[in-house]
Nanobody, 119 residues
Framework: QVQLVESGGGLVQAGDSLRLSCAASGLSIMPAVFAWFRQIPGQEREFVAAIRWGGGSGYYADPVKGRFTITRENAKNTVYLRMNSLKPEDTAVYYC????????????WGQGTQITVSS
């Protein structure tokens, strides 16, 4: 069974940086895409960034372009989200997700990690 475990969340001040990690276990076949989403209480979960496991650079939601960077370390089955110049509106629970080969949806999700950015 594939599992995702996020780490790296916390409380920071506006302008600070953080790096989230998402470690995958139980992978028998390499996934197609890894992604990060976030959810603010009372709002729908929104896409943040994604990267293809097989190669290429990431793609981003407009609110985080130029500030966030998604990378992968295939040997460790781990994806990272580097977040710079954090803003209070980045406060949310951040989720890692993956899309397995042959699927069109993100079908495996982590438990989420809270990021709180104070002004």
């Amino acid at each position: 069974q594939v599992q995702l475990v996020e780490s790296g969340g916390g409380l920071v001040q506006a302008g600070d940086s953080l790096r989230l990690s998402c470690a995958a276990s139980g992978l028998s076949i390499m996934p197609a895409v890894f992604a990060w989403f976030r959810q603010i209480p009372g709002q729908e979960r929104e896409f943040v960034a994604a990267i293809r496991w097989g190669g290429g650079s990431g793609y981003y939601a407009d609110p985080v372009k130029g500030r966030f960077t998604i990378t992968r370390e295939n040997a460790k089955n781990t994806v990272y989200l580097r977040m710079n110049s954090l803003k209070p509106e980045d406060t949310a629970v951040y989720y890692c997700a993956l899309q397995q080969l042959g699927r069109s949806d993100y079908n495996v999700w982590g438990q989420g990690t809270q990021i709180t950015v104070s002004s």
